[in-house]
């Protein structure tokens, strides 16, 4: 008896994890969340499928006005998932509050590199995964913008006395960054 639960528990227990929740703003935004919906938002549960793996929602043709429509940026083939990294106002805030911000959106593409070089390795050879990577690791993606703040924040030496091993950490994973990139330009264009 005690053997059928826990059965029971790991079968059931991993589908838990993976689960999120797709939302409905009030003004039509659909968000991704691994958490339960808010009250006054509409949620339709998705097993199985991390948030960032999740496709664009489609949405009904609202009416929009004219003006509206010509003021607004054109649309983008694929949405920036990562943090950028600040300007302007924000880049005016603490050398280590930037250089956390830099951390973060160097770890982000590097899981997104690692998810593409296993894509391209495996089976199947998925490229969606690749497709949310590359584009970030191209001129004015979120690497380029993120090297070229590290590099800023490395010239300042108060930084590197107080932060030494940050600033370690982010320079490696902008090197391993690079190479996942190389690599699955490599893949990709090598016809394997």
């Not at 982000?108 to 497709?131: F, H, Q, V």
Request: glycine share 6%.
């Amino acid at each position: 008896m005690n053997k059928l639960i826990v059965v029971a528990m790991m079968v059931a227990l991993p589908q838990m994890a993976h689960a999120i929740y797709k939302c409905k703003a009030a003004d039509g935004r659909v968000d991704y969340s691994e958490f339960a919906c808010p009250v006054a938002k509409q949620a339709l549960k998705i097993d199985g499928l991390p948030a960032r793996h999740q496709p664009p929602a489609t949405q009904a043709a609202a009416p929009v006005d004219a003006e509206q429509v010509m003021r607004a940026e054109p649309p983008r083939s694929i949405a920036p998932s990562k943090p950028s990294i600040a300007r302007g106002v924000e880049a005016e805030a603490e050398p280590g509050s930037r250089l956390a911000a830099v951390i973060a959106v160097l770890e982000d593409l590097d899981a997104d590199g690692r998810d593409c070089e296993w894509a391209l390795k495996g089976p199947g050879r998925s490229m969606d995964t690749c497709a949310r990577f590359l584009p970030q690791t191209m001129e004015r993606g979120a690497w380029s913008r993120a090297v070229s703040e590290l590099q800023s924040l490395a010239k300042d030496r108060a930084l590197a006395e107080r932060h030494p091993g940050q600033l370690e950490r982010a320079k490696q994973l902008s090197e391993r960054v690079a190479g996942r990139s190389k690599l699955a330009r490599a893949y990709l264009f090598s016809g394997r």
